[in-house]
């Protein structure tokens, strides 16, 4: 029973693993300019690599936990894809997709 429990867990973990690895095709879309093709400072770089960047990938985690508790109540109100936005897709685009060492904020974007 517990092997069954076991391969179910990690089955279901798989499964939310591929659908957030998916869910980042659409974070690519270009809301991340470089300023003006100059490189960041190396002070900006390891700023960035070893704070920014880890505390987005635990924000994307968070936001995701966060998601799932939510989802009771978002489902109701059709609020979903705006609570995934915020929660998951905003901290996953910012770690992912925003070249390092680049630390000003996003463009908005155009929607």
Known sequence: MFQSRMRSGIALTMALLLLYATSLVYAMEGTYTAK???DGSAEAILVDGFILK???VLATLVGSAA???TLPFSIPTRSVDK???KLVVDPARYTFVRPLGQVESPRSPTR
């Open 36 to 38: 003006g093709g100059i």
């Open 54 to 56: 880890p505390a987005g």
């Open 67 to 69: 998601i799932v508790v």
């Open 83 to 85: 609570a995934a936005q």
